[in-house]
T-cell receptor, first 113, second 115 residues
Framework: DQQVKQNSPSLSVQEGRISILNCDYTNSMFDYFLWYKKYPAEGPTFLISISSIKDKNEDGRFTVFLNKSAKHLSLHIVPSQPGDSAVYFCAASGLQAGNQFYFGTGTSLTVIP | DAGVIQSPRHEVTEMGQEVTLRCKPISGHDYLFWYRQTMMRGLELLIYFNNNVPIDDSGMPEDRFSAKMPNASFSTLKIQPSEPRDSAVYFC?????????????FGPGTRLTVL
């Protein structure tokens, strides 16, 4: 059973516009969320995280929003750049949810120059 | 540091053969994870170790899969016998602290194809 879901397998955005990647989770015990970015033939690399005590965390062009009541988080990239083209994984963990991260299936972002 | 090192990068084998994947974690990291990536299920945790001791292997699909960590700098994931449905990318990751709230550092992965 997939506890972390990314329902959009792919997304295409024009360079300079905003990219919005979405993630839903089912386990209310999750209290820590991360986004990883993965280029072809490489392992995922950490991008940004957010704790459940916050509803927003920003790092440069990347902002993650958390809506706990909806069990939903999103990653905003503004402005999008061609180098952002990659697969983005959402992951969640929590003290009561086991000592591990649960990953989504990923969203492949293509930024068109 | 060179990061997490995995070998081989690519492995093609025939059904029924034994496959061994290798991982060297980042020095000083206490946790080591093995993941499998497929299109349908994304990144699935197979097993993880803390200080060389297996903690949770509930993600290991079946008895054909086994993992060991004989020391702090080396781990193996073995599939015996391999089957075509095992074809996937296998990632090793390590973490400096409890995986609940610490970033995991991933290796480049091993792409396994079982014919």
């Amino acid at each position: 059973d997939q506890q972390v879901k990314q329902n959009s397998p792919s997304l295409s955005v024009q360079e300079g516009r905003i990219s919005i990647l979405n993630c839903d989770y089912t386990n209310s015990m999750f209290d820590y969320f991360l986004w990883y970015k993965k280029y072809p033939a490489e392992g995922p690399t950490f991008l940004i995280s957010i704790s459940s005590i916050k509803d927003k965390n920003e790092d440069g062009r990347f902002t993650v929003f958390l809506n706990k009541s909806a069990k939903h988080l999103s990653l905003h990239i503004v402005p999008s750049q061609p180098g952002d083209s990659a697969v983005y994984f959402c992951a969640a963990s929590g003290l009561q949810a086991g000592n591990q991260f649960y990953f989504g299936t990923g969203t492949s972002l293509t930024v068109i120059p | 540091d060179a990061g997490v090192i995995q070998s081989p990068r690519h492995e093609v084998t025939e059904m029924g053969q034994e496959v061994t994947l290798r991982c060297k974690p980042i020095s000083g990291h206490d946790y080591l994870f093995w993941y499998r990536q497929t299109m349908m299920r994304g990144l699935e945790l197979l097993i993880y170790f803390n200080n060389n001791v297996p903690i949770d292997d509930s993600g290991m699909p079946e008895d054909r899969f086994s993992a060991k960590m004989p020391n702090a700098s080396f781990s193996t994931l073995k599939i015996q016998p391999s089957e075509p449905r095992d074809s996937a990318v296998y990632f090793c990751a390590s973490s400096p602290g409890t995986p609940k709230y610490n970033e995991q550092f991933f290796g480049p992965g091993t792409r396994l194809t079982v014919l």
